[in-house]
């Protein structure tokens, strides 16, 4: 049934039980000591700061309520200590701790029964009664082997997945005859069976045990967060040792792993010509690599007799293992995620990261067994290669080229914690007994919300239940927040079914409401599932009769500080009587039925959808605004008063400060609807092409995009050419009857042709080799001018507009045109330079437009990081310049042009082709770490051809620490034309025209200023 640790092991039922005798004899014979240094030099021995400030919060607690608690210590902080300090202290009768693994188990199970840390540090008498321990090895399977147990054993140490394996109605009675829960590693709660079980002990005193308090699948870690102890502090307090980090630079697996087993086999020796004799892991992510691994360090590192442990071996291999690393004859574990949670080995501090984790809190996990602190003990350090990985993007800069460990965990670590407890704290103000049918952890409900003026002094939450009638009740009791001012509930609906006159059967449906009362902005915000109801009584009896429902005109200043808004979906009523009352328009041609003309004077705008682009805040750890990003949103609103967008989340608080901001909106009689409704972009259906606009770029679509690059190939002649080498192009500028544009890579091109008619439009392939693209896992061929018809290439004109055939996105003509600046338009030396000549190609040629740009950056006085030389097939510019500053990585692209003349002149034809270039550069600003990893493929497939570098200056290395730090930066672009064919003096107003719709279209999407180098 289990293995007794105590002083006089004994099977259960032999004797009699000294249980409550031992729990007696604790009784004020536990001393709280802290610890005491002088340097470095211990004084009195004693607890440690977290562990301390643990059992304080615990007691503050326990002294004032019974709900579950979350304790927050770094792993090595003494989690386990702790829990005996706790046990002795609070004199706990019958104890049940529940780890995840079975060397935790035992671990933890040996620590209950000799409390040697507790002895040593003088905080119990050296003859304190030990309790009696019971380590659970295999399930129960009885009532009276249950009494049995629980009538001798003070702490009972098990399994999650071994009290899986006994029944419910057995689980349920091992809960009830104890008095105490302690969950150790607790971020594994949010499993299934851990919170099925946990629910047993409700209204018994449960603690919960973590280093790392979040998910990787999102699901809370329910418990109030009563102490939060800090990596960084546990890193001041010199609990932790400094991590340093050593980057490789490997190309592919085999070099990656002769080279971090080479640094490994370098840093054992140099600790020990410190005198620290330092053991170290090799970490890989499978049972295969870790055998083909091993040979890799018996090879290079021989001396230091490289073992090997994964689970595919026996548990006697493992132990054997094991014992020659604790040894010390083996200085080397290649391991398969084998010593984790609960290992506890000091001398391990060096770790060869050759896979690394994906998740933050398996990586603080694993990091945390090399940081363990000890006098004759060194510091850690971790191997990697700094190549991004499939891993969580806030890992990303832990691979950096000159990452700070030590920072940046303590920030990973606060940022996810932080996050977490403001969660926690949200639903930790509910009641215990909040919607059991439907846990709020559950739900995730889809921003909305209906917005009521009130004028109450205080709310009244309690009385929902009033709102409910005959067909429409509350399923459980209201959960209401107070502190929050937010209450929750489900709501059964019937309604009589319209296609039958028997009125037994009836529709049901459950419904999801949340209501939230803003004292100082005075407006109540109700969000329903049911999206047809507003709600109008339960407004009544949460704030008062005199509510009143933000409806009409005002509920279009939502769209306030939406650039560039797009709508997809448009309702219209009529005002007098017509046959037909209501109309909505959806995808193409709804923006026109805004306008009053005099089809639709007599028709009043009901709702409208849309996507378009905001300015987001940036917010340091602090919660302070340290500047803004543009991004792309959703947004909904109705005259009726409803306002919705796509967002959802399950933190309840996310959907209050959303609801905050649109009620800000909505109340700034400063905003005018009406110029707001003027300005959207407004998509229109073609019958056929528009000959009088200008086609200046074309790019790929939209699709194309938003997958990886190295994800799409292209076949042409049969052979596969990636994405990132191909290039889509314009053959003409001018329209006729049909648009040309063209596919190529290299030397080779195969040309298309676009038309609309009534039908739509048509895409065929005129010239050229037939291609063929391969996307994503399934990797099938497919036409792509058949792509095309599914998913058109968007096609830019040089007044700004945008055609996805059959549809064209027009700008408003209606506001003031902003012509151009030509201060902009900076002029340039260009002496030695044959402006006829673009590419600097790879002999580096000086003497061309792309030559001198990369000349005058380099000389200039702005400090880029990085210059890069992307011209060619699939170019994101001809120059891309890469800095960063702060928080913010700054990219500058340069797109050059050739003249098409010996001399300098006023040639529209020079400056439509980069203008479209520019346009469609934009792309890139919506998905920037795209654009470095394709950057970084660039360069890859040079070196692989034995083609000189791509870089004029930095590296792969700082390009990588770049991608490697990305999840933390934001971006800011610019993008200059190039273009010494063109004269300043020259400047004409159509010519200004041109560049005002380019400089409009990159401000007012993703805030990117445009400049022009030309001639004098």
Sequence with gaps: ????????????????????????????????????????????????????????????????????????????????????????????????????????????????????????????????????????????????????????????????????????????????????????????????????????????TTLQFTATPFRNDGRRLDGKFIYVYPLRRAQKDKLFTSIAYVPVHGHGESDTDRQIAARVKKQLLEDEAKGYK???????????????????????????????????????????????????????????????????????????????????????????????????????????NIQAGNTASSLNALFAEDADWNHILAVIGHNRTERERRREDLFGGFPDAAIETFPLETIEPRFSTVIYRTTCAEWGPTAVELSSGPWSTIVEPPAINAESRLVLFVRRDEERLRWTSVKAARNVSYNLVMAHWDPDLALLFIHGSDLADLHAELAKVLAGDSVQRITGEQVFRVLYGFRRLMLTSLGLSETQRKPVRYSQFMGSDIADQLDTLPGNRSRTKTNLFGLGYVDVQDLDENGSVIGIHPAKETIGCSQKGKFWSYQSSNSFSEWIDWCHDIGRKVLNDNITPETILRNVVRPKRLAALPSAKIAIGVAWPETFLDAAEDRIDLIIEGQPVPLYNCEIELDEFAITDVIKFRVSSGEQSSHFELQIGASGALFTQKAGQDVQVVRGRARKEKPLVELFHEDPPHIYF???????????????????????????????????????????????????????????????DIPYDIIFDDDGAGEVADVVAIR?????????????????????????????????????????????????????????????????????????????????????????????????????????????????????????????????????
């Design 1 to 204: 049934m289990g293995v007794w640790i105590g002083p006089k092991p004994r099977k259960p039922g032999q004797g009699p039980s000294e249980r409550d005798a031992v729990t007696t004899s604790w009784k004020d014979r536990f001393d709280l000591i802290s610890e005491e240094y002088e340097g470095d030099r211990c004084t009195r021995l004693g607890l440690r700061p977290p562990q301390v400030g643990a059992i304080h919060a615990v007691k503050a607690h326990w002294s004032v309520s019974s709900q579950p608690a979350t304790l927050v210590l770094p792993t090595g902080a003494g989690k386990t200590d702790t829990m005996a300090a706790l046990l002795v202290s609070e004199q706990i009768p019958r104890l049940l701790v529940i780890v995840p693994s079975d060397p935790l188990r035992r671990q933890i199970g040996l620590k209950f029964a000799q409390l040697d840390v507790l002895k040593a540090a003088g905080l119990v008498p050296s003859d304190l009664r030990h309790p009696a321990v019971a380590i659970l090895s295999r399930g129960l399977k009885s009532v009276q082997q249950i009494d049995e147990l629980v009538a001798e054993a003070n702490v009972v140490v098990t399994t999650m997945s071994l009290l899986t394996s006994m029944s419910e109605e057995l689980r349920a009675y091992l809960a009830a005859s104890m008095s105490h829960l302690f969950v150790d590693e607790a971020h594994h709660i949010g499993a299934n069976t851990w919170r099925d079980f946990k629910a047993l002990f409700h209204g018994k």
């Design 278 to 384: 330092h053991l170290a892991m090799a970490r890989t992510g499978s049972v295969k690599h870790a055998i083909a691994l091993h040979e890799v360090y018996r090879a290079i590192a021989p001396e230091a007799a490289p073992t090997l442990i994964h689970s595919e071996m026996s548990s006697l291999q493992r132990a054997a293992a094991l014992t020659e690393l604790r040894s010390g004859r083996s200085r080397i574990i290649v391991c398969v995620d084998m010593l984790g949670e609960g290992f506890d080995l000091p001398d391990l501090k060096i770790a060869g990261l050759h896979d690394k984790h994906k998740s933050e809190s398996v990586t603080l996990q694993f990091i945390g067994r090399f940081t363990r602190a000890r006098q004759d003990l060194g510091t850690a350090t971790v191997i990697a």
């Design 798 to 860: 040089a007044d700004g507009d945008t055609l996805v055939a059959p549809d064209i996105l027009e700008l408003s003509k209606e506001s003031a045109f902003q012509a151009f600046d030509p201060n902009e338009i900076l002029p340039k030396d260009w002496t030695g330079v044959d402006i006829k000549s673009e590419s600097q190609g790879l002999k580096k040629r000086t003497d061309t437009v792309q030559g001198r740009v990369v000349e005058m950056l380099r000389n200039g």
């Design 884 to 1016: 960063r500053s702060g928080r913010t990585l700054i990219i500058d692209l340069f797109h050059c042009k050739y003249s098409s003349g010996r001399l300098p002149g006023a040639r529209v034809e020079d400056l439509y082709e980069v203008c479209g270039q520019a346009q469609k550069s934009v792309r890139w600003a919506e998905r920037f770490t795209k654009l470095l990893d394709h950057l970084r493929r660039r360069e890859l497939d040079r070196n692989s051809a034995g083609k000189p570098t791509r870089f004029e200056r930095g590296s792969l290395a700082s390009l990588m620490t770049f991608i490697s730090q990305s999840h933390e930066l934001h971006a800011e672009f610019s993008v200059t034309l190039v273009q010494p064919g063109y004269s300043r003096a020259k400047v004409v107003p159509a010519h200004l025209e041109l560049f005002a719709a380019t400089a409009s279209y990159l401000m007012e999407t993703w805030r990117i200023p445009l400049q022009i180098f030309a001639s004098a």
